[in-house]
Nanobody, 130 residues
Framework: QVQLVESGGGLVQNGSSLRLSCTASGRSISDHTVAWFRQTAGKPEREIVAAISWTGVSTWYDDSVKGRLTISRDKAKNTVYLQMDSLKPEDTAVYYC??????????????????????WGQGTQVTVSS
């Protein structure tokens, strides 16, 4: 069983940066596709914002975050990161990481299927003030 724990969230000002971490325990996720999702207050669904292939070579980003968010992974630390730069108030949300042990293919031009992800963290709050 895989347990995922997110950290690094907080309250920041418009234009600031944060780095979120997603650390796995229980089993290695080095062969998993991993993604970051976010859920804003009042919305029932989590939206996927970034994904990274198990190799770490391929990534995908939602248009709303392209050029501002960067997903990366450190297999030795069993951790995936989300570097968030030029944050905006509309980025305010709870951010979740999730892993797909089926290692679905990640390409830059196709949104990953949310249903593919098997393991989820508990989320970390990011609040961006204007």
């Amino acid at each position: 069983q895989v347990q995922l724990v997110e950290s690094g969230g907080g309250l920041v000002q418009n234009g600031s940066s944060l780095r979120l971490s997603c650390t796995a325990s229980g089993r290695s996720i080095s062969d998993h596709t991993v993604a970051w999702f976010r859920q804003t207050a009042g919305k029932p669904e989590r939206e996927i914002v970034a994904a990274i292939s198990w190799t770490g070579v391929s990534t995908w980003y939602d248009d709303s975050v392209k050029g501002r968010l960067t997903i990366s992974r450190d297999k030795a630390k069993n951790t995936v990161y989300l570097q968030m730069d030029s944050l905006k108030p509309e980025d305010t949300a709870v951010y979740y990481c999730a892993s797909d042990e089926g290692a679905s293919t990640v390409t830059s031009n196709r949104r990953p299927y949310s249903s593919a992800f098997d393991y989820w963290g508990q989320g970390t709050q990011v609040t961006v003030s204007s």
